[in-house]
C-alpha cells in the first residue's frame, strides 16, 4: 500500500548506512530503515534518506505502523558467505540465520515486492534454496549475480540481487525487473573520474576526508603494490575492485607515493564513498568512529545502482 500522497512505502531491512535505501528516496519512495547499529536514525536523517529504526530483527518485530509497505529491500549481514571472512564461515557464523530472517519478515507482511542484496557465494549455500521455500509459492522469484560497474559505477563489485514479485498469472515480473536493468547498463567510471569529481569540489572542511595513518604502509610499500595480503594500490584507470574495511585491508590511494603530491596512505572515508558512488554532501553523524565509518561503506550497496534498481520497481510497480 502507498501513503496519502502517493508515495510508495519501503522498509529497508538491515540497512546499514542506506546504500540501497538513498536510491529509493532519491526517487520518490517513502523509506523505512531498520537495523541494529545505534547511529542509523542519526545517518537517515542527515542525509534526508528517511526515517530509521534501531532494531535486532531476531528479537523485535516490525513496527504495525511499517507493516504495510509495498516493498520491502534490504542487505542481510553477508559475512557468513563473505570471501574476506576466513574464520568462520556459513551455518558456524552466528549471522547466518538473518538471510532466513529477511524472507521470514517478507512472508509475514507480504509486501508487493522485495528486493535483496547480498555476496554471490550465498548462492552456494544449500540454505539458500532452502530458505526460498518459505515465500516461494506466492511470489515469482528470480536472482542474478550484477556488477556495479557494468552500471556506471566506479566499483566493480559483484553482488548477487534476488528480486521476488508477487505471483501473476500474466508474466513473471521478477524476471522481467532484471530484464529491465539492462536498459540500464553502461561504461563503468574510473577511480580517476571518482576522484578528481571530489577534487573540484574541495575537501578542506570535509569531516569525512579522514583516514588511518598506518605506520606499515611505507614499510611494506613494494608488497602493497603486488596486491599481496590484500593490501594493494588502486589502479587510477579502471573502476576500483570490491574492497572491503579500508582499516583492515589497507587499500592504497591510486596517486599516493608517485609524484602526485599525495603522501602515501590510504583512501580516505570520502574517497571510499565517492568510489562507491555515494554523493559528495553524504554524512555520517559527528563522532562516528573511523572504523564504523570505514565498515559501512563497505557494507553497502553503491546508490549508483540502487537508483537504477528504484526506477526500474516504479515501472513495474506502476504497471
Request: some cysteine.
Amino acid at each position: 500500500m502507498n501513503d496519502s500522497s502517493g508515495e510508495i512505502r519501503v522498509l529497508d531491512l538491515f540497512c546499514g548506512m542506506g546504500g540501497l535505501a538513498l536510491g529509493f528516496a532519491r526517487n520518490g519512495f517513502l523509506v523505512t530503515g531498520y537495523d541494529i547499529y545505534p547511529r542509523v536514525p542519526e545517518i537517515f536523517e542527515i542525509n534526508q534518506i528517511g526515517q530509521a529504526i534501531v532494531a535486532d530483527l531476531r528479537t523485535k518485530g516490525i513496527r504495525p505502523e511499517d507493516r504495510a509497505a509495498t516493498l520491502i529491500i534490504g542487505g542481510p549481514p553477508c559475512r557468513p558467505w563473505s570471501a574476506l571472512n576466513v574464520r568462520q564461515r556459513g551455518s558456524r557464523h552466528p549471522d547466518h540465520d538473518l538471510f532466513r530472517i529477511f524472507l521470514e519478515i517478507v512472508g509475514e507482511i507480504r509486501p508487493e515486492a522485495f528486493l535483496m542484496e547480498n555476496v554471490p557465494r550465498l548462492e552456494r549455500d544449500p540454505a539458500f534454496h532452502e530458505c526460498l521455500q518459505l515465500i516461494e509459492p506466492g511470489y515469482d522469484l528470480a536472482w542474478k549475480v550484477v556488477c556495479y560497474a557494468d552500471y556506471g559505477a566506479a566499483i566493480a563489485r559483484h553482488r548477487l540481487f534476488l528480486a521476488g514479485f508477487r505471483r501473476s498469472e500474466s508474466t513473471n515480473r521478477a524476471l522481467t525487473f532484471f530484464e529491465c536493468l539492462e536498459a540500464f547498463r553502461k561504461p563503468p567510471r574510473t577511480v580517476r573520474d571518482a576522484l578528481e569529481t571530489l577534487e573540484k569540489s574541495g575537501t578542506g572542511d570535509d569531516p569525512e576526508h579522514v583516514w588511518f595513518n598506518f605506520q606499515t604502509v611505507e614499510k611494506y610499500q613494494g608488497k602493497y603494490r603486488t596486491g599481496k595480503y590484500g593490501w594493494y594500490q588502486l589502479s587510477p584507470d579502471r573502476p576500483a575492485p570490491s574492497f572491503g574495511n579500508i582499516s583492515k585491508t589497507y587499500i592504497l590511494h591510486p596517486f599516493a607515493g608517485n609524484g602526485y603530491g599525495v603522501p602515501l596512505r590510504v583512501l580516505s572515508v570520502r574517497e571510499a564513498m565517492t568510489i562507491m558512488g555515494f554523493p559528495l554532501a553524504f554524512r555520517f553523524p559527528p563522532g562516528t568512529s573511523l572504523t564504523d565509518r570505514y565498515q559501512m561503506v563497505a557494507d553497502a550497496v553503491s546508490p549508483v545502482f540502487s537508483e537504477i534498481c528504484a526506477q526500474v520497481m516504479l515501472k513495474i510497480l506502476g504497471q
